[in-house]
Protein backbone atom coordinates (compact mmCIF):
# COMPACT_ATOMS: atom_id res chain seq x y z
CA UNK A 1 0.00 0.00 0.00
CA UNK A 2 1.59 3.37 -0.41
CA UNK A 3 0.99 6.67 0.95
CA UNK A 4 -1.65 7.50 -1.37
CA UNK A 5 -3.58 4.86 -1.33
CA UNK A 6 -3.92 5.20 2.48
CA UNK A 7 -4.74 8.75 2.06
CA UNK A 8 -8.00 7.92 -0.56
CA UNK A 9 -9.35 5.12 1.40
CA UNK A 10 -9.15 7.56 4.72
CA UNK A 11 -10.85 10.23 2.73
CA UNK A 12 -13.00 8.23 0.97
CA UNK A 13 -15.15 8.11 4.48
CA UNK A 14 -17.81 9.75 5.34
CA UNK A 15 -17.51 13.24 7.07
CA UNK A 16 -13.47 12.96 6.85
CA UNK A 17 -11.23 15.49 6.02
CA UNK A 18 -7.09 15.36 6.20
CA UNK A 19 -5.30 18.02 8.33
CA UNK A 20 -2.10 17.92 9.71
CA UNK A 21 -0.68 17.54 13.30
CA UNK A 22 3.41 18.00 14.41
CA UNK A 23 4.20 18.02 10.50
CA UNK A 24 2.04 14.99 9.26
CA UNK A 25 -0.79 14.41 7.62
CA UNK A 26 -4.12 13.38 9.74
CA UNK A 27 -7.40 12.61 8.88
CA UNK A 28 -9.98 13.65 11.04
CA UNK A 29 -13.57 12.71 11.33
CA UNK A 30 -15.81 15.65 13.10
CA UNK A 31 -12.54 16.97 14.52
CA UNK A 32 -10.84 14.47 16.06
CA UNK A 33 -7.91 12.13 14.32
CA UNK A 34 -8.43 8.38 13.18
CA UNK A 35 -5.16 8.32 11.29
CA UNK A 36 -2.49 9.77 10.20
CA UNK A 37 0.55 9.55 7.58
CA UNK A 38 4.13 9.87 8.17
CA UNK A 39 4.71 9.07 12.02
CA UNK A 40 7.42 7.86 13.06
CA UNK A 41 8.83 8.21 9.27
CA UNK A 42 7.46 8.36 6.03
CA UNK A 43 7.05 4.37 5.89
CA UNK A 44 4.51 4.26 8.45
CA UNK A 45 0.50 5.26 8.92
CA UNK A 46 -1.37 4.94 11.86
CA UNK A 47 -4.94 4.38 12.91
CA UNK A 48 -6.52 4.57 16.58
CA UNK A 49 -8.22 1.24 17.59
CA UNK A 50 -9.23 0.61 20.77
CA UNK A 51 -6.59 -1.67 23.09
CA UNK A 52 -8.87 -4.99 22.28
CA UNK A 53 -8.51 -4.24 18.44
CA UNK A 54 -5.28 -3.54 18.33
CA UNK A 55 -4.21 -6.70 20.36
CA UNK A 56 -6.52 -8.81 17.79
CA UNK A 57 -5.06 -6.90 14.42
CA UNK A 58 -0.98 -7.23 15.82
CA UNK A 59 -1.77 -11.05 16.53
CA UNK A 60 -3.44 -11.84 13.34
CA UNK A 61 -0.54 -9.35 11.02
CA UNK A 62 1.98 -8.74 13.49
CA UNK A 63 4.93 -8.00 10.82
CA UNK A 64 2.53 -5.44 9.86
CA UNK A 65 1.29 -3.68 13.05
CA UNK A 66 2.56 -2.56 16.15
CA UNK A 67 1.68 -0.19 19.18
CA UNK A 68 2.85 3.44 18.69
CA UNK A 69 5.52 4.43 21.67
CA UNK A 70 4.37 5.20 25.15
CA UNK A 71 0.97 6.26 26.26
CA UNK A 72 -0.56 6.46 22.58
CA UNK A 73 0.29 2.53 22.36
CA UNK A 74 -1.18 1.67 25.28
CA UNK A 75 -4.18 3.37 24.39
CA UNK A 76 -4.78 1.52 20.81
CA UNK A 77 -2.63 4.11 18.25
CA UNK A 78 -1.27 1.31 15.68
CA UNK A 79 1.25 1.69 13.69
CA UNK A 80 1.05 0.06 10.13
CA UNK A 81 4.16 -0.84 8.02
CA UNK A 82 2.88 0.49 4.39
CA UNK A 83 5.16 -1.32 2.10
CA UNK A 84 3.65 -4.82 3.35
CA UNK A 85 -0.24 -4.11 3.99
CA UNK A 86 -2.95 -3.76 1.32
CA UNK A 87 -5.64 -1.98 0.62
CA UNK A 88 -7.77 -4.69 1.29
CA UNK A 89 -6.55 -5.13 4.73
CA UNK A 90 -6.22 -2.29 5.51
CA UNK A 91 -10.03 -0.44 4.51
CA UNK A 92 -11.18 -2.34 7.13
CA UNK A 93 -9.33 -1.22 9.95
CA UNK A 94 -9.53 2.93 9.26
CA UNK A 95 -13.12 2.24 8.99
CA UNK A 96 -13.64 0.92 12.47
CA UNK A 97 -10.92 3.75 13.71
CA UNK A 98 -12.93 6.59 12.04
CA UNK A 99 -16.12 4.99 13.79
CA UNK A 100 -14.20 4.23 17.13
CA UNK A 101 -14.33 8.28 16.93
CA UNK A 102 -17.96 8.89 16.33
CA UNK A 103 -18.94 6.56 18.67
CA UNK A 104 -16.98 7.89 21.34
CA UNK A 105 -18.14 11.39 20.43
CA UNK A 106 -21.44 10.29 20.26
CA UNK A 107 -21.46 9.39 24.22
CA UNK A 108 -19.73 12.20 25.15
CA UNK A 109 -22.55 14.09 23.88
CA UNK A 110 -25.33 12.53 25.33
CA UNK A 111 -23.41 12.91 28.66
CA UNK A 112 -23.22 16.37 28.49
CA UNK A 113 -26.59 17.18 27.30
Known amino acids: ?29 HGRIFATLGYPDERFGMVKLSSEQQRETITRHPQVFTPAAGAWGRAGSTLVLLEVTTVNMMRPLLEQACKNIVAKQGRSRRLTV
Open 1 to 29: MTAEQFRKVALGLADTNEASHVGHPDFRV
